[in-house]
């Protein structure tokens, strides 16, 4: 089974989409989507009712979800940990532990050949919009993501 973590700052917004986009195209049984944040602002807290209302929009439901913040053990636990922003990248980098920690560790957005940005924008101070904007940039990476998944059975 792959492992693959969704990282942000707040564990909110961002990494709840991503969790809940992946798991919607992916197989479960193969692989294990979880999400963290680099900050425990809002540990224990559901997803915000932006990010709640935009996934509902598009059929997905992540009010299973609560932040947690990130662990050394991720490090240990996932194959993979996708990273929002480089802020996010830099922060998660200086709590690895030796060279194979960092190469788990990757931008979101590397994944798609995206000349817009390669940082998916924190979209706690926008409005409705950029959480629209956010999901659309989540939906076409995760496609990606779980194509390659898909071809690396
Ligand atoms: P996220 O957004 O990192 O996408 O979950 C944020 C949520 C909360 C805060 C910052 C970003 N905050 O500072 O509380």
């Known amino acids: 089974m792959i492992k693959i973590l969704m990282v942000c700052l707040g564990n909110i917004c961002r990494s709840p989409l991503a969790e809940g986009i992946l798991k919607s195209k992916v197989n479960s049984l193969e692989v294990l989507v979880d999400s963290a944040g680099t900050s425990d602002f809002h540990q224990g807290d559901l997803p915000d009712s932006r990010s709640i209302q935009i996934a509902k929009k598009y059929g997905i439901d992540i009010t299973d979800q609560r932040s947690r913040p990130f662990k050394i053990s991720d490090f240990d636990a996932f194959?993979?940990?996708?990273?929002?922003?480089?802020?996010?990248?830099?922060?998660?980098?200086?709590?690895?532990?030796?060279?194979?920690?960092?190469?788990?560790?990757?931008?979101?957005?590397?994944e798609i050949n995206w000349s817009k940005s390669t940082e998916v924008p924190d979209p706690y101070n926008s409005g409705e919009k950029g959480f629209d904007q956010v999901f659309?940039?989540?939906?076409?990476?995760?496609?990606?993501?779980?194509?390659?998944?898909?071809?690396a059975k």
């Open 79 to 110: 194959d993979i940990i996708y990273v929002m922003d480089k802020s996010n990248y830099q922060n998660i980098l200086n709590l690895a532990k030796n060279e194979s920690d960092k190469q788990k560790v990757k931008l979101i957005l590397s």
């Open 136 to 151: 659309k940039m989540l939906d076409e990476a995760c496609a990606i993501i779980s194509s390659k998944l898909n071809d």
